[in-house]
């Protein structure tokens, strides 16, 4: 189901961008040349976003014989996941937190926090690590760098809107609808990235729950490491490398959780009580 509504949100951002183009420069100009800057924008990110997010968190490798417990957890997850042993990387920060990268399994990045390490029991972190490896598996980087395409598009082609005046297929201007387009087409953009994201946070939830057969122990995990990173966030988190990790890094509750790039810990923990009934 949630691999459906992510196609269903891509074919969104693409029909929202299509529209956009087409109202701008009914030829289709315009929405070749925005797409054109966004592939050139994400090909960086995407060739070389593991090897930026971890300079950007301080993290340094880790070999089998400095953490050889998570070396053994990841590598049973891999195994089952039929996908090569990720590399791993640790993260001296206290408060716990994990994340995955990189653009396919061959080139897969999973790093953890000292904190986690000292919080979770091997139970918990296995379904932690379960859930990371579920993003490697789904191909996560690949649809977020899509979608960043997709979004980026927009942004510059709402922008445009401000100076360039819509016009018809009979050459008549419409200012209103370039306002319009200024206004609530980054806004539209940004629900729907937002809505991908917690889509794949669910899959990959399913999928930590379905690997490691105990879906209340990654319940567990979220609703322990979700608090103290309420208390604590993360030293060096930032909103852009936030989505990354398996609980939101930074402080945010209210009406700032409408456009967070994760669903309510509540909720997750919830949907993981719900299959764990069913598994019985």
Known sequence: MNQFKTLILIAMLTGLLVWIGDML???????LMALAIAVVMN?????????????????????????????L???????QANIPMPRLAI???????????????????????TGILQLLSDAELEGVL????????????????IASVLVQAIMFMSRMAMWVTPRDEEGRTNPLVGLLIAIFAPVSAMVLQLALS????????????????????????????SGLNQVQPMRDAQPAT????????????????LFSTHPPIQARIERLRAMASRMR
């Open 91 to 113: 993260i001296q920060d206290d408060t716990p937190n994990a994340f995955a990268t990189g653009r396919n399994p061959n080139h897969a990045v999973v790093a953890v926090t």
């Open 73 to 79: 957890l990841v590598s049973r997850i891999a195994q």
């Open 198 to 225: 917690r889509s794949r946070e669910y899959l990959a939830d399913e999928y930590s729950a379905q690997v490691t057969g105990r879906p209340l122990e990654l319940a567990n995990a979220l609703e322990r490491i």
């Open 25 to 31: 420069y009914p030829g289709g100009q315009g929405l």
């Open 43 to 71: 090909f960086v990110s995407y060739f070389y976003s593991d090897k930026i997010v971890l300079a950007s968190y301080g993290a340094r490798p880790l070999e089998q014989q400095d953490a050889p417990d998570l070396y």
């Open 242 to 257: 936030a989505h990354m990790m398996i609980v939101n890094p930074l402080r945010g509750g209210g009406l700032m959780g």
């Open 130 to 145: 379960a859930h990371e490896l579920g993003h490697v598996v789904h191909r996560d980087i690949l649809l977020s760098s």
